[in-house]
């Protein structure tokens, strides 16, 4: 049973930085993808960043320039600097993992932007 185990988040300053870092524990297999999504109250679940087990990225139009995403295959763990944040970039921020086999969801942790 894979599970996700997700760390960082916080409350910020506009134009301060975080580091969001997400492990996978469990037994999966490649290829993999993982990536961050995010939730504002009142809207729907977004990308943020994906990363495939090759090294693709991809990211959401409103992160671009601001936000990296970088894996670590030996750990199976993505990780989400976070740079520049802006009040809108506030919301629960959830880790995913997924395969051809299966998709898991971590508990999401909490980031806020004071405006």
């Known amino acids: 049973q894979v599970q996700l185990v997700e760390s960082g988040g916080g409350l910020v300053q506009p134009g301060e930085s975080l580091r969001l870092s997400c492990a996978v524990s469990g037994n999966t297999h490649r290829p993999y993808n993982m990536g961050w999504f995010r939730q504002a109250p009142g809207k729907q679940r977004e990308l943020v960043a994906t990363i495939t087990s090759g090294g693709t990225t991809n990211y959401g139009d409103s992160v671009k320039g601001r936000f990296t995403i970088t894996s670590d295959n030996a750990k199976i763990a993505v990780y989400l600097q976070m740079n520049n944040l802006e009040p809108d970039d506030t919301g629960v921020y959830y880790c995913?993992?997924?395969?051809?086999?299966?998709?898991?969801w971590g508990q999401g942790t909490q980031v806020t932007v004071l405006s």
């Open positions: 995913n993992h997924w395969t051809i086999r299966q998709d898991v």
